[in-house]
């Protein structure tokens, strides 16, 4: 079975920075988009940061020029690189993946949480 496992989060003083992970594990034809959502108590989840198997990376306005989605060679793991961390940061950051098998489907992590605090 396909999942996706999270690693990364904490507690964080504002101004510090975090990497988050997301591995996909088990028997994997593709994968297309990755993504990196957020979700703050009482609040709807939000996009972070998009990256599609071109290379191509999109972000929210609140987090460009502060945060960095990237993969790795396999590119099974996208890594959500946050530096500058504001208080306003604080949520709990979800992956998500187009993962093939070969059916094509959204695949989303278990949620690691992220606080930026002092």
């Known amino acids: 079975q396909v999942q996706l496992v999270e690693s990364g989060g904490g507690l964080v003083q504002p101004g510090e920075s975090l990497r988050l992970s997301c591995a996909a594990s088990?028997?994997?034809?593709?994968?297309?988009?990755m993504a990196w959502y957020r979700q703050a108590p009482g609040k709807q989840r939000d996009m972070v940061a998009t990256l599609t198997r071109g290379g191509n990376t999109n972000y929210a306005d609140s987090v460009k020029g502060r945060f960095t989605i990237s993969t790795d060679g396999a590119k099974n793991t996208v890594y959500l690189q946050m530096n500058s961390l504001k208080p306003e940061d604080t949520a709990v950051y979800y992956c998500?993946?187009?993962?093939?098998?070969?059916?094509?489907?959204?695949?989303w992590g278990q949620g690691t949480q992220v606080t930026v605090s002092s």
């Open positions: 088990g028997r994997i034809f593709s994968i297309g988009i």
């Open positions: 998500t993946m187009q993962i093939s098998t070969p059916a094509w489907t959204n695949l």
